[in-house]
């Protein structure tokens, strides 16, 4: 079992940049896929991407190409969420999530360990 604990959220003007991260405690953090989520005011939680153990691979909701980018550092069992160019409607929860294996998922459902998310403000 992991434990996971975000930081790093707050506000931020739009275009503006910031990095979220998370922290891994318990099992061995280089078991496990990390992934990010986010969850806006009443919506359901969405993919942001995700990292494979080593940290050479990653995958990413379309959308957010080229302005998300995650790494991790294993050494510190910690994973990375750096957000650039940051738009209002990237307001939301972010959440860390951590699965066992080495698939690549972008469902919410096949993660059991979470953190209890970092919340990202962006004003206009």
């Known amino acids: 079992q992991v434990e996971l604990v975000e930081s790093g959220g707050g506000p931020v003007q739009a275009g503006g940049s910031l990095r979220v991260s998370c922290t891994a405690s318990g099992d061995t953090f280089t078991d496990y896929i990390m992934a990010w989520f986010s969850q806006s005011p009443g919506g359901e939680r969405q993919f942001v991407g995700v990292?494979?153990?080593?940290?050479?691979?990653?995958r990413y909701e379309d959308s957010l190409k080229g302005r998300f980018t995650i790494s991790r550092d294993n050494t510190k069992n910690t994973v990375y969420l750096q957000m650039n160019n940051l738009k209002p409607e990237d307001t939301a929860v972010y959440y860390c999530a951590a699965r066992y294996g080495t698939v690549l998922s972008a469902v919410p459902s096949n993660y059991p360990y979470w953190g209890q998310g970092t919340q990202v403000s962006v004003s206009s």
């Open positions: 990292i494979n153990r080593p940290g050479d691979s990653t």
